[in-house]
C-alpha cells in the first residue's frame, strides 16, 4: 500500500472518530430519554397508537414484539411490490414484481440486507421505492438501534427484569436518529448532484443519433438512509458507481463516512451506559485494528494487479493497465484505492452499497469482503448489530479467560455463566450453519448450478459469497451469479431471515438474563476488559471463532483460485 493510501485511510478514521464522538452524546440522551421535549411528542404518539410510553417489558414480550413488527413490515413491502401497477407514483408503468421476487426483496429490506436479484430502476416504481424500501431502509436500521440499547441495559442495570419498551425504542431510533441525520445528508448529496425527483425518466438523443433512456428518481432521499443505516440496497443496479448515485469523489467519501458513522458512535454509547468509556474504546480499537488489517490486504491485493496479462503477453494497453494495479469492474473516477476501502467498508458494515465490481476484483482482494462479513460482521458492523455481535464475542472471549484460570467470567460487572454462554454459541454459529448448508445445496442441486457461470473455484466463490451477503445481512453479490431465480430468490430469503433474528433472540434472551443480575464491583481476580491484552484476545476470539468455520470453503473458493492465478504466472 502506497503513501497516499495510508493518507485516505487515516483521514478517513480521523474524521469518522471526530463526528462519531459528539453523535454518540446525543443517541445516548435519546434513547434513554433525557430529552424532555422529545418525550413529549414521542408520549402523544404512543398514546394515539394504544402503548404506553413507560411500560417496560422483559425480553420476550420485547422479542415478540421487535418480531411482530417485523412480519409485518415483510407483509406490507410484498404487498406494495405485487400490487405497484394499480398504485400511483408509477409513471413507468412498470408491472408487478413476481412472487418469489417479491417475497425475497420483502425478507430482504426488513432484515437490514437490502440484497437486490433485481434492476431498481427497471422494476420498482417510485412508491414502491419510497413507501417499501425506504421506510424499510428506516425501520431495519431502528431495529438494530433497539436491540443493542436494551443489551446495553442488561449490562447497565441490576437486579431488575425489564430491558426497555420496544415500541418507544423503535420511535426514538426512528424519530430522533435516523430521521434527522437523512433529511441532512440526503439535502448535502443533493447539492452535490445526486438525484432527486420525482420526473419520469428521460428520453435523450446520444451524439451518434441514437436513443436512449436516462433513467432519475427520488435517488437522494434513498441513498441517503441506506448508507447511515447500513442497508445499501440502491436506487440504481450499478448502485454506488453509478453516476447520478455516487458522482463525484466527495460523495464517494461522505457515503463511506455515513456507513460507518453510527456503529462507530454506538461503541461510545456503550461507554456512557457502563459508566466506563474505557469499555467503548476497547471494541473500537478491536475494530479498527481487523479494519485495518483488511484495507491493507484488499488494496494491496488489487494494487498488485493481475500477473498473467503481462506474463502472456497481452497487449501492450492492457498490460500497461494491470502494472499500475487491477482496475477492471472499478471506475476511473474513484480508482484502485477509494475502490479497495469502500469495497471493504461496505462489507466490514452490512450495508452492502458498492462503487466498484467485487467479481472483478483479485482472488485475495475479493476475499478480503467475502472475510468480513463471515466474521459477523463486527468490524464496525451494521446500525445495533455490529456492537451486539462484537458484545457477544467479547463474552466469548471473557469465558475463554475464565477457563484458563478457572474464574466464573464477568465482563463489565456481570457474571457469564451457562445461560449466556449458550446464547452466545447459538448467535454465533446459527448463521453459518445456513450460510454454509444453502451454499452446499446450491452446488449440489440443479437449480442452483444452473445460476453459476463462471466455471471452477470462482463460480463456486459466487455462490459462497452470495449466502455469505445473505446470512450476515450485508446484500453485496460478486454478481456473476444468476441469483433472481424461484430457486435463489426462496433460499436466500430464509438464509437473511436465519441471520438476522437467529442472532437477535439470542441476544435479547441475553439482556434478560443479565439485567436480573448484580452488578459486581472489579476484584484482584476479574480480568481487566479494557486494555491492549483483552483487545488482543477479543481479536482471537473473532478470528479464531469466526473465520475458522469458513475455511474449508474459502479453501474452495478464493483460496483455489489465487493459487491457480499465480501459478500460471
Same mark, same amino acid.
Given at each position: 500500500?502506497?503513501?497516499?493510501?495510508?493518507?485516505?485511510?487515516?483521514?478517513?478514521?480521523?474524521?469518522?472518530?471526530?463526528?462519531?464522538?459528539?453523535?454518540?452524546?446525543?443517541?445516548?440522551?435519546?434513547?434513554?430519554?433525557?430529552?424532555?421535549?422529545?418525550?413529549?411528542?414521542?408520549?402523544?404518539?404512543?398514546?394515539?397508537?394504544?402503548?404506553?410510553?413507560?411500560?417496560?417489558?422483559?425480553?420476550?414480550?420485547?422479542?415478540?414484539?421487535?418480531? &411482530?413488527?417485523?412480519?409485518?413490515?415483510?407483509?406490507?413491502?410484498?404487498?406494495?411490490?405485487?400490487?405497484?401497477?394499480?398504485?400511483?407514483?408509477?409513471?413507468?408503468?412498470? %408491472?408487478?414484481?413476481?412472487?418469489?421476487?417479491?417475497?425475497?426483496?420483502?425478507?430482504?429490506?426488513?432484515?437490514?440486507?437490502?440484497?437486490?436479484?433485481?434492476?431498481?430502476?427497471?422494476?420498482?416504481?417510485?412508491?414502491?421505492?419510497?413507501?417499501?424500501?425506504?421506510?424499510?431502509?428506516?425501520? @431495519? #436500521?431502528?431495529?438494530?438501534?433497539?436491540?443493542?440499547?436494551?443489551?446495553?441495559?442488561?449490562?447497565?442495570?441490576?437486579?431488575?427484569?425489564?430491558?426497555?419498551?420496544?415500541?418507544?425504542?423503535?420511535?426514538?431510533?426512528?424519530?430522533?436518529?435516523?430521521?434527522?441525520?437523512?433529511?441532512?445528508?440526503?439535502?448535502?448529496?443533493?447539492?452535490?448532484?445526486?438525484?432527486?425527483?420525482?420526473? $419520469? @425518466?428521460?428520453?435523450? &438523443?446520444?451524439?451518434?443519433?441514437?436513443?436512449?433512456?436516462?433513467?432519475? %428518481?427520488? &435517488?437522494?432521499?434513498?441513498?441517503?438512509?441506506?448508507?447511515?443505516?447500513?442497508?445499501?440496497?440502491?436506487?440504481?443496479?450499478?448502485?454506488?458507481?453509478?453516476?447520478?448515485?455516487?458522482?463525484?469523489?466527495?460523495?464517494?467519501a461522505l457515503q463511506m463516512l455515513a456507513i460507518f458513522l453510527i456503529p462507530a458512535a454506538l461503541c461510545f454509547v456503550l461507554g456512557r451506559q457502563v459508566g466506563d468509556m474505557r469499555q467503548g474504546w476497547a471494541l473500537l480499537g478491536a475494530m479498527t485494528a481487523m479494519f485495518v488489517v483488511a484495507v491493507v490486504v484488499a488494496t494491496?491485493?488489487?494494487?498488485?494487479?493481475?500477473?498473467?496479462?503481462?506474463?502472456?503477453?497481452?497487449? +501492450?494497453?492492457?498490460?500497461?493497465?494491470?502494472?499500475?494495479?487491477?482496475?477492471?469492474?472499478?471506475?476511473?473516477?474513484?480508482?484502485?484505492?477509494?475502490? @479497495?476501502?469502500?469495497?471493504?467498508?461496505?462489507? +466490514?458494515?452490512?450495508?452492502?452499497?458498492?462503487?466498484?465490481?467485487?467479481?472483478?476484483?483479485?482472488?485475495? %482482494?475479493?476475499?478480503?469482503?467475502?472475510?468480513?462479513?463471515?466474521?459477523?460482521?463486527?468490524?464496525?458492523?451494521?446500525?445495533?448489530a455490529g456492537l451486539y455481535g462484537m458484545l457477544v464475542f467479547a463474552m466469548l472471549a471473557v469465558f475463554v479467560a475464565g477457563l484458563m484460570i478457572g474464574r466464573t467470567p464477568e465482563y463489565?460487572?456481570?457474571?457469564?455463566?451457562?445461560?449466556?454462554?449458550?446464547?452466545?454459541?447459538?448467535?454465533?454459529?446459527?448463521?453459518?450453519?445456513?450460510?454454509?448448508?444453502?451454499? #452446499?445445496?446450491?452446488?449440489?442441486?440443479?437449480?442452483?448450478?444452473?445460476?453459476?457461470?463462471?466455471?471452477?473455484?470462482?463460480?463456486?466463490?459466487?455462490?459462497?459469497?452470495?449466502? @455469505?451477503?445473505?446470512?450476515?445481512?450485508?446484500?453485496?453479490?460478486?454478481?456473476?451469479?444468476?441469483?433472481?431465480?424461484?430457486?435463489?430468490?426462496?433460499?436466500?430469503?430464509?438464509?437473511?431471515?436465519?441471520?438476522?433474528?437467529?442472532?437477535?433472540?439470542?441476544?435479547? $434472551?441475553?439482556?434478560?438474563?443479565? &439485567?436480573?443480575?448484580?452488578?459486581?464491583?472489579?476484584?484482584?481476580?476479574?480480568?481487566?476488559?479494557?486494555?491492549?491484552?483483552?483487545?488482543?484476545?477479543?481479536?482471537? +476470539?473473532?478470528?479464531?471463532?469466526?473465520?475458522?468455520?469458513?475455511?474449508?470453503?474459502?479453501?474452495?473458493?478464493?483460496?483455489?483460485?489465487?493459487?491457480?492465478?499465480?501459478?500460471?504466472?
Amino acid at each position: 500500500m502506497n503513501a497516499s493510501a495510508w493518507i485516505q485511510l487515516a483521514a478517513f478514521l480521523l474524521v469518522l472518530f471526530a463526528l462519531a464522538w459528539p453523535l454518540a452524546r446525543w443517541i445516548h440522551a435519546v434513547m434513554e430519554g433525557r430529552i424532555a421535549a422529545l418525550r413529549r411528542v414521542e408520549r402523544g404518539l404512543l398514546r394515539l397508537a394504544g402503548v404506553g410510553a413507560d411500560v417496560e417489558q422483559g425480553w420476550l414480550r420485547y422479542a415478540l414484539g421487535l418480531l &411482530v413488527f417485523n412480519v409485518l413490515g415483510v407483509l406490507a413491502v410484498y404487498g406494495l411490490q405485487r400490487l405497484q401497477p394499480g398504485l400511483p407514483l408509477n409513471p413507468q408503468g412498470f %408491472g408487478a414484481v413476481a412472487p418469489d421476487s417479491a417475497f425475497n426483496t420483502a425478507i430482504s429490506f426488513v432484515t437490514n440486507t437490502n440484497w437486490q436479484g433485481y434492476g431498481g430502476e427497471t422494476t420498482m416504481s417510485y412508491l414502491t421505492q419510497m413507501l417499501a424500501l425506504t421506510v424499510q431502509n428506516f425501520l @431495519s #436500521a431502528a431495529t438494530g438501534i433497539a436491540v443493542v440499547i436494551a443489551l446495553l441495559r442488561g449490562f447497565s442495570r441490576h437486579s431488575g427484569t425489564s430491558i426497555g419498551n420496544v415500541w418507544a425504542d423503535l420511535s426514538r431510533a426512528t424519530l430522533w436518529v435516523l430521521l434527522p441525520l437523512a433529511l441532512v445528508f440526503a439535502l448535502a448529496l443533493a447539492g452535490l448532484g445526486v438525484v432527486q425527483t420525482l420526473d $419520469a @425518466s428521460r428520453q435523450l &438523443v446520444t451524439l451518434e443519433g441514437q436513443g436512449q433512456t436516462l433513467a432519475v %428518481g427520488p &435517488v437522494a432521499s434513498q441513498l441517503a438512509i441506506k448508507m447511515l443505516g447500513t442497508n445499501g440496497g440502491g436506487f440504481f443496479n450499478a448502485n454506488s458507481a453509478h453516476p447520478f448515485e455516487n458522482p463525484t469523489a466527495l460523495t464517494n467519501a461522505l457515503q463511506m463516512l455515513a456507513i460507518f458513522l453510527i456503529p462507530a458512535a454506538l461503541c461510545f454509547v456503550l461507554g456512557r451506559q457502563v459508566g466506563d468509556m474505557r469499555q467503548g474504546w476497547a471494541l473500537l480499537g478491536a475494530m479498527t485494528a481487523m479494519f485495518v488489517v483488511a484495507v491493507v490486504v484488499a488494496t494491496a491485493a488489487e494494487q498488485a494487479g493481475n500477473p498473467r496479462l503481462a506474463a502472456l503477453g497481452v497487449d +501492450a494497453v492492457a498490460s500497461a493497465t494491470q502494472s499500475g494495479g487491477n482496475m477492471e469492474g472499478k471506475e476511473l473516477r474513484f480508482g484502485i484505492q477509494a475502490s @479497495s476501502l469502500f469495497a471493504v467498508v461496505t462489507t +466490514a458494515a452490512s450495508c452492502g452499497a458498492v462503487n466498484a465490481m467485487h467479481d472483478s476484483f483479485t482472488p485475495l %482482494g475479493g476475499m478480503v469482503p467475502l472475510v468480513m462479513m463471515q466474521l459477523g460482521e463486527v468490524v464496525f458492523g451494521g446500525v445495533g448489530a455490529g456492537l451486539y455481535g462484537m458484545l457477544v464475542f467479547a463474552m466469548l472471549a471473557v469465558f475463554v479467560a475464565g477457563l484458563m484460570i478457572g474464574r466464573t467470567p464477568e465482563y463489565m460487572g456481570k457474571k457469564i455463566e451457562a445461560h449466556e454462554m449458550k446464547m452466545v454459541s447459538l448467535a454465533i454459529l446459527l448463521t453459518p450453519l445456513a450460510v454454509l448448508i444453502g451454499t #452446499a445445496i446450491a452446488v449440489v442441486v440443479e437449480p442452483g448450478r444452473a445460476g453459476i457461470a463462471a466455471p471452477g473455484a470462482h463460480g463456486f466463490s459466487e455462490v459462497l459469497y452470495a449466502f @455469505s451477503s445473505a446470512g450476515n445481512n450485508n446484500g453485496s453479490a460478486f454478481a456473476g451469479l444468476s441469483a433472481n431465480s424461484p430457486f435463489y430468490n426462496l433460499l436466500l430469503g430464509l438464509v437473511m431471515w436465519v441471520g438476522r433474528f437467529g442472532v437477535i433472540v439470542p441476544v435479547l $434472551a441475553m439482556a434478560g438474563s443479565l &439485567v436480573a443480575k448484580k452488578r459486581l464491583a472489579p476484584g484482584e481476580g476479574t480480568l481487566p476488559t479494557h486494555g491492549p491484552l483483552f483487545i488482543v484476545l477479543l481479536i482471537g +476470539a473473532v478470528l479464531l471463532v469466526g473465520f475458522l468455520n469458513y475455511v474449508p470453503a474459502l479453501a474452495l473458493g478464493p483460496v483455489v483460485d489465487h493459487l491457480m492465478l499465480w501459478s500460471a504466472k
